[in-house]
């Protein structure tokens, strides 16, 4: 069925190293958002993309949505221990609800010092 | 207040026994939910309330019934459940349906033995 697919699912990097997470789509999606979980915490809203090709940036974190509205990153400069957890995306996908947010299966992020 | 407030944070219980799960917010959000997440995976679905009325039930099995006594609060009442059904339990709330960001609360870490 339709999801909402990310890649990867695990990241280790060495703190002052960039990181990048990735999400996919099969079909257009009206809106992106993203979301940070930290170890044992709950998923807390960073960022929701709505228009074709747009770019938003949080100090060092980074979110792009395709030109398609089919993909959409996450890129995290210079990883600090304070970035730890795990990053998902989450989408409306066509034929479900409005209220049907589908969220990819995340990317697990850990920094080591 | 811009938090979702989830009570309580941890329960153990019976098969045979019956809880419930309490959620509140005064962010004065239209929508709210409830999500399972199992140990390293994302959130699923589980029902959406809007504007007090259930919009959406994912299949979720009988024993888990939702209520939403007004537009601030929300509970899930559990009866007879499954080890299975061990989970992190997280509410959720949002301004309305189809976009903006979701507001989580910190869960409640259900264990059934």
């Known amino acids: 069925g339709q999801q909402v697919m990310q890649i990867p699912q695990y990241q280790h990097v060495q703190e002052g190293e960039d990181f990048t997470t990735y999400c996919n789509s099969s079909t257009t999606l009206s809106n992106i958002q993203w979301y940070k979980q930290r170890p044992g915490g709950h998923p807390v809203f960073l960022i929701q993309?709505?228009?074709?090709?747009e770019v938003k940036k949080q100090k060092r974190l980074t979110f792009q949505f395709g030109e398609a509205k089919k993909n959409s990153s996450l890129h995290i400069t210079a990883t600090q221990t304070t970035d730890v957890g795990t990053y998902f995306c989450?989408?409306?996908?066509?034929?479900?609800?409005?209220?049907?947010?589908?969220f990819g299966k995340g990317t697990k992020l850990s920094v080591i010092p | 207040d811009t938090e979702v407030t989830q009570t309580p944070k941890h329960l153990v219980m019976g098969m045979t026994n019956k809880k419930s799960l309490k959620c509140e917010q005064h962010m004065g959000h239209r929508a709210m939910y409830w999500y399972k997440q199992k140990a390293k995976k994302p959130p699923e679905l589980m029902f959406v309330?809007?504007?007090?009325?259930?919009?959406i039930n994912e299949s979720v099995p009988s024993r888990f019934s939702p209520e939403c006594p007004n537009s601030s609060l929300l509970n899930l009442h559990l009866h007879a459940l499954q080890p299975e059904d061990s989970a992190l339990y997280l509410c959720?709330?949002?301004?309305?349906?189809?976009?903006?960001?979701?507001?989580f609360g910190s869960g409640t870490r259900l264990t059934v033995v």
């Open positions: 309330y809007s504007y007090e009325k259930l919009s």
């Open positions: 993309l709505v228009k074709s090709g």
């Open positions: 989450a989408g409306f996908l066509p034929g479900a609800g409005s209220y049907q947010l589908t």
């Open positions: 959720a709330s949002s301004l309305d349906g189809g976009g903006g960001g979701y507001t």
